[in-house]
């Protein structure tokens, strides 16, 4: 009987301890869109009043279009990229069993758990070795190299619950290997494969330090966002283009989790579980 | 850490029987070869470039290829640079036992009380890491600073007559910062490893006379150790090499060990160095993980 009532209200302590944890990590991200709104050139309580003019600004400022145009091009490559070389992987280790498998495949993650610096200075000192000149491009190496580990972990979950028997049931049909993959293979993994698309873009949209160090003259928009942060008259359109930032990553999220939960439900998993999101 | 490493050695011990390979296997290895071969150029390449310029010498343009450890002792003997490494270590070891601590009643939360809105609980966890992280540390800059959100709404409420002006540019605000960053990094795996417990030792536990704190300490905790360990890892390990918190709200005295290697291969140009300080942290933050693994296994992963 103690014990139910100690039970009772520890679980009561925990709930108001999860809900202040909750509130700690939103807190800075509420900021955001109250402060773009807010009609005042310093960001500092007490609020001033409503405007959407710091919005109007970002709309007029030539430079920050030229690097969203540049992290799209940016993003979108990186996406494309790593999800190819992602499903590569992925489907390799789901199928197949080779010698060193395991260190191929902890040599392809290692990314994860390296420091980015340590990733952008070894690239930057290639790169600059080799003589090539620092652009788009090679921001786009540094991204996919980073991207495709996230690739691997989502679409290991894809290919694992796919059943080989359909695929032996095409070929006993008749369809060639190609055939196979556009026809049955493909369309299973679908949802794991907009879900990787969607996570990369979104990890390549947000990235700074890589970015930072091999950009060339082109920027792409963390970058930008970097340089505007030394200047206190632009911190409220900055707020502005983050309030956008942060509604896109959200929606991309949620798009992202749809499909994931779809790719699980279609191998007849429990879809509000939490397996594969892991 | 260790991990990879022993990864590495099963490679090295695997290469010799490649001309047997089945067909399997050369079906996989084929498969995997795309995303092996950027991953060696794109990644063993640079690194092994990085370790050889650290034993190398640069004057303006001119590389000097003769084989030195000059940058090394350098990098380890300069007071700056000690100073700059101890600091790195201080406040990431500092930032991940905060954050692992603060994490635990969370996951312990969510595995043990929340029944069916799980995935939901953790898709609200994970959203504040999906936004920009330049913007997310920039954002305590903006609540910490002297006119900022936080002076400025303890200044309306009468609670202080001037601005505070230690909470911004100091270490403090470098490790608050990492800790707000990184903590759903340290969520997740200790939700994973509480959720694989097999809830009837808990009940064993219970009917064999064990009250609730002896029966945490004796099944719950160490079993959930290797998920502790986990997200040790994953909070020090990047931690240690930021960038950005550093120089957005650390001031001079919360700079870190990697905007020094960021001023070695920019304003500094002597890539050689930075790349011996690089090399080095690496050596040193291997070196803990690998200690923090193996004191996990020792300690955890059975009931005591």
Same mark, same amino acid.
């Given at each position: 009987?103690?014990?139910?009532?100690?039970?009772?209200?520890?679980?009561?302590?925990?709930?108001?301890?999860?809900?202040?944890?909750?509130?700690?990590?939103?807190?800075?991200?509420?900021?955001?869109?109250?402060?773009?709104?807010?009609?005042?050139?310093?960001?500092?309580?007490?609020?001033?009043?409503?405007?959407?003019?710091?919005?109007?600004?970002?709309?007029?400022?030539?430079?920050?279009?030229?690097?969203?145009?540049?992290?799209?091009?940016?993003?979108?490559?990186?996406?494309?990229?790593?999800?190819?070389?992602?499903?590569?992987?992925?489907?390799?280790? $789901?199928?197949?069993?080779?010698?060193?498998?395991?260190?191929?495949?902890?040599?392809?993650?290692?990314?994860?758990?390296?420091?980015?610096?340590?990733?952008?200075?070894?690239?930057?000192?290639?790169?600059?070795?080799?003589?090539?000149?620092?652009?788009?491009?090679?921001?786009?190496?540094?991204?996919?190299?980073?991207?495709?580990?996230? $690739?691997?972990?989502?679409?290991?979950?894809?290919?694992?619950?796919?059943?080989?028997?359909?695929?032996?049931?095409?070929?006993?049909?008749?369809?060639?290997?190609?055939?196979?993959?556009?026809?049955?293979?493909?369309?299973?993994?679908?949802?794991?494969?907009?879900? $990787?698309?969607?996570?990369?873009?979104?990890?390549?949209?947000?990235?700074?330090?890589?970015?930072?160090?091999?950009?060339?003259?082109?920027?792409?928009?963390?970058?930008?966002?970097?340089?505007?942060?030394?200047?206190?008259?632009?911190?409220?359109?900055?707020?502005?283009?983050?309030?956008?930032?942060?509604?896109?990553?959200?929606?991309?999220?949620?798009?992202?989790?749809?499909?994931?939960?779809?790719?699980?439900?279609?191998?007849?998993?429990?879809?509000?579980?939490?397996?594969?999101?892991? | 850490?260790?991990?990879?490493?022993?990864?590495?050695?099963?490679?090295?011990?695997?290469?010799?029987?490649?001309?047997?390979?089945?067909?399997?296997?050369?079906?996989?290895?084929?498969?995997?070869?795309?995303?092996?071969?950027?991953?060696?150029?794109?990644?063993?390449?640079?690194?092994?470039?990085?370790?050889?310029?650290?034993?190398?010498?640069?004057?303006?343009?001119?590389?000097?290829?003769?084989?030195?450890?000059?940058?090394?002792?350098?990098?380890?003997?300069?007071?700056?640079?000690?100073?700059?490494?101890?600091?790195?270590?201080?406040?990431?070891?500092?930032?991940?036992?905060?954050?692992?601590?603060?994490?635990?009643?969370?996951?312990?939360?969510?595995?043990?009380?929340?029944?069916?809105?799980?995935?939901?609980?953790?898709?609200?966890?994970?959203?504040?890491?999906?936004?920009?992280?330049?913007?997310?540390?920039?954002?305590?800059?903006?609540?910490?600073?002297?006119?900022?959100?936080?002076?400025?709404?303890?200044?309306?409420?009468?609670?202080?007559?001037?601005?505070?002006?230690?909470?911004?540019?100091?270490?403090?605000?470098?490790?608050?910062?990492?800790?707000?960053?990184?903590?759903?990094?340290?969520?997740?795996?200790?939700?994973?490893?509480?959720?694989?417990?097999?809830?009837?030792?808990?009940?064993?536990?219970?009917?064999?006379?064990?009250?609730?704190?002896?029966?945490?300490?004796?099944?719950?905790?160490?079993?959930?150790?290797?998920?502790?360990?986990?997200?040790?890892?994953?909070?020090?390990?990047?931690?240690?090499?930021?960038?950005?918190?550093?120089?957005?709200?650390?001031?001079?005295?919360?700079?870190?060990?990697?905007?020094?290697?960021?001023?070695?291969?920019?304003?500094?140009?002597?890539?050689?160095?930075?790349?011996?300080?690089?090399?080095?942290?690496?050596?040193?933050?291997?070196?803990?993980?690998?200690?923090?693994?193996?004191?996990?296994?020792?300690?955890?992963?059975?009931?005591?």
């Amino acid at each position: 009987m103690m014990g139910r009532a100690m039970r009772y209200a520890s679980a009561r302590w925990l709930v108001v301890y999860a809900v202040a944890y909750m509130i700690f990590l939103y807190a800075p991200v509420i900021l955001l869109p109250l402060f773009a709104f807010n009609d005042g050139t310093v960001v500092a309580f007490p609020l001033t009043g409503f405007t959407t003019k710091w919005f109007g600004l970002l709309w007029s400022t030539e430079a920050l279009h030229g690097a969203v145009r540049n992290s799209a091009f940016v993003a979108v490559s990186t996406a494309l990229i790593s999800t190819v070389l992602g499903a590569c992987a992925a489907r390799s280790a $789901s199928k197949y069993r080779f010698p060193g498998q395991r260190g191929v495949m902890g040599f392809i993650m290692l990314p994860l758990v390296l420091p980015e610096i340590i990733v952008a200075v070894a690239l930057l000192v290639m790169l600059i070795q080799l003589g090539m000149s620092l652009s788009l491009w090679t921001v786009i190496a540094g991204h996919v190299l980073i991207c495709t580990p996230f $690739s691997i972990a989502i679409l290991s979950s894809a290919f694992a619950g796919l059943e080989d028997s359909l695929e032996e049931a095409s070929f006993d049909l008749g369809e060639t290997r190609w055939g196979t993959f556009r026809r049955v293979t493909l369309p299973l993994i679908m949802p794991g494969v907009i879900s $990787s698309l969607l996570i990369t873009f979104t990890i390549s949209l947000d990235e700074f330090i890589i970015a930072f160090f091999l950009t060339g003259t082109d920027v792409t928009l963390p970058v930008y966002i970097w340089s505007q942060l030394r200047f206190p008259s632009k911190l409220p359109s900055v707020m502005a283009l983050g309030t956008i930032l942060l509604v896109l990553s959200v929606a991309l999220l949620m798009v992202a989790e749809v499909f994931r939960r779809r790719a699980v439900r279609r191998q007849g998993m429990d879809g509000g579980s939490t397996q594969g999101l892991i | 850490m260790a991990r990879t490493m022993y990864r590495w050695c099963s490679v090295m011990g695997d290469a010799q029987i490649v001309p047997s390979l089945s067909q399997e296997s050369r079906q996989g290895l084929t498969l995997i070869s795309p995303t092996l071969i950027y991953a060696l150029i794109m990644l063993a390449a640079p690194l092994a470039m990085v370790v050889a310029f650290s034993f190398w010498t640069q004057n303006y343009l001119d590389l000097d290829k003769t084989l030195t450890f000059d940058n090394y002792r350098e990098a380890w003997t300069q007071p700056i640079f000690q100073v700059l490494m101890w600091r790195s270590l201080r406040i990431s070891l500092i930032v991940t036992a905060t954050t692992v601590v603060l994490a635990f009643p969370v996951a312990y939360y969510l595995s043990f009380h929340v029944r069916s809105r799980k995935a939901l609980w953790l898709f609200l966890i994970t959203v504040p890491f999906w936004t920009s992280y330049l913007l997310r540390v920039f954002l305590w800059k903006v609540i910490l600073g002297y006119n900022g959100v936080f002076n400025s709404a303890l200044m309306n409420l009468g609670i202080i007559d001037e601005p505070l002006t230690f909470i911004l540019y100091n270490a403090n605000a470098v490790v608050l910062t990492l800790a707000h960053a990184w903590a759903p990094f340290a969520i997740l795996p200790i939700f994973v490893a509480l959720e694989k417990i097999d809830r009837s030792l808990l009940e064993a536990a219970e009917d064999l006379g064990d009250g609730p704190v002896r029966r945490f300490f004796r099944i719950t905790l160490p079993l959930a150790m290797p998920g502790v360990v986990a997200s040790t890892l994953i909070v020090l390990i990047p931690t240690v090499g930021d960038y950005i918190t550093p120089k957005l709200v650390g001031g001079t005295d919360g700079l870190m060990v990697a905007n020094m290697i960021q001023v070695q291969f920019g304003k500094a140009n002597n890539a050689p160095l930075g790349a011996a300080l690089a090399v080095s942290s690496m050596i040193v933050v291997a070196a803990i993980s690998i200690g923090i693994y193996f004191a996990g296994r020792k300690f955890g992963g059975k009931i005591r």
